[in-house]
């Protein structure tokens, strides 16, 4: 009898030890936006413009422009222009555009990247996870990353419309650190 | 009077159009909107006014049009934004553990209640038993029962 008692409450504080480190493991995996400053998230993700995948660090030595939007998202479609125009006049420079696609229906991305005419390549985070890792919390969002793969600028948490001079600040910063 | 009859059947075509152009039966928007998730609001579509929800239910809507299965559009949608689209987990796999841990929990219980019952009971018999009568008491109890016969 006394070595039932004993299992069952070794098995109730096993029960309570393994709650305690689910909430533990929850609130230390909660997501928050990466340092600036620091090493941009690395990923590797489907192409929505094209077929095959896009690995962030295949990109290393060229400065990024690091965009997270979706179609349904009203505000991007009010920045999708400034950002086209924005690569081709940064193309020359080496600057490369990147669109994530977040939380988006394939189909719809497409039409999207069609209608206002989006060259740049883009590629699509379905569950979400890379935009995560960054932080995003509601599209559009945008980052910037250096040459060398860090995280430079400012983090733009709404249109690059509504902040222009950080927008042309962070890929400043991306071309010349 | 065959024109009449290819009219009719045209007529009757036109009516039954949709419905009868999948080989099977059409599953429905109501029907799925309750099993799948909006990824931004984390609440199923039905409870959803997000406009992502809307995109979503606009391509199932889309997809049922085009007589796919409930399996199909479920597995269309795993595929475009990963299995936490979906509100139940799958049969498979290690999400067979959130089907099988709650039923285990539950049965775990009713016989830990089980138990506790079962001491419970044994544990009060011997406290409830009238405390045993000695042989003095006994003689004396037979001498009053037979005084009252």
Not at chain 1, 153 to 165: F, Q
């Amino acid at each position: 009898m006394r070595t039932m008692k004993l299992t069952g409450q070794v098995v109730a504080l096993a029960a309570v030890a393994g709650l305690l480190g689910l909430l533990i493991w929850r609130l230390t995996h909660q997501s928050k936006p990466p340092k600036i400053g620091g090493p941009a998230p690395a990923f590797s993700l489907k192409r929505v413009d094209a077929s095959g995948t896009l690995d962030l660090a295949s990109l290393r030595g060229k400065p990024v422009v690091l965009n997270f939007w979706a179609s349904w998202c009203v505000p991007c479609k009010g920045e999708a222009k400034m950002l086209e125009q924005a690569s081709r006049e940064y193309r020359s420079q080496g600057v490369v555009f990147l669109g994530v696609d977040f939380h988006d229906v394939t189909g719809d991305a497409r039409k999207f990247l069609e209608h206002h005419g989006v060259t740049y390549p883009t590629v699509q985070d379905g569950s979400g996870s890379v935009a995560d890792r960054y932080g995003v919390s509601a599209v559009p969002e945008t980052y910037f990353i250096d040459r060398s793969g860090r995280l430079v600028g400012e983090h733009i948490m709404g249109t690059v419309v509504d902040a222009k001079d950080a927008f042309r600040r962070g890929v400043e910063a991306a071309l010349t650190s | 009077m065959i024109f009449r009859a290819g009219a009719v059947v045209a007529v009757a075509l036109a009516f039954a159009g949709p419905a009868a152009a999948c080989a099977h039966p059409r599953t429905s928007l109501s029907y799925l909107e309750g099993q799948v998730m909006c990824p931004t609001c984390h609440t199923t579509l039905d409870q959803s006014d997000s406009s992502a929800a809307h995109r979503i239910e606009a391509f199932i809507q889309t997809r049922i049009d085009q007589c796919a299965t409930a399996d199909q559009i479920k597995s269309e949608l795993v595929a475009n934004f990963g299995a936490g689209i979906l509100a139940a987990p799958p049969h498979k796999g290690f999400d067979l553990l959130a089907w099988w841990l709650p039923l285990g929990g539950l049965a775990a219980g009713a016989l830990l209640l089980g138990f506790g019952v079962w001491r419970w009971s044994r544990a009060r018999t011997p406290e409830d038993a009238p405390p045993p009568v000695d042989d003095e008491t006994e003689r004396r109890l037979d001498e009053l029962l037979a005084r009252l016969d």
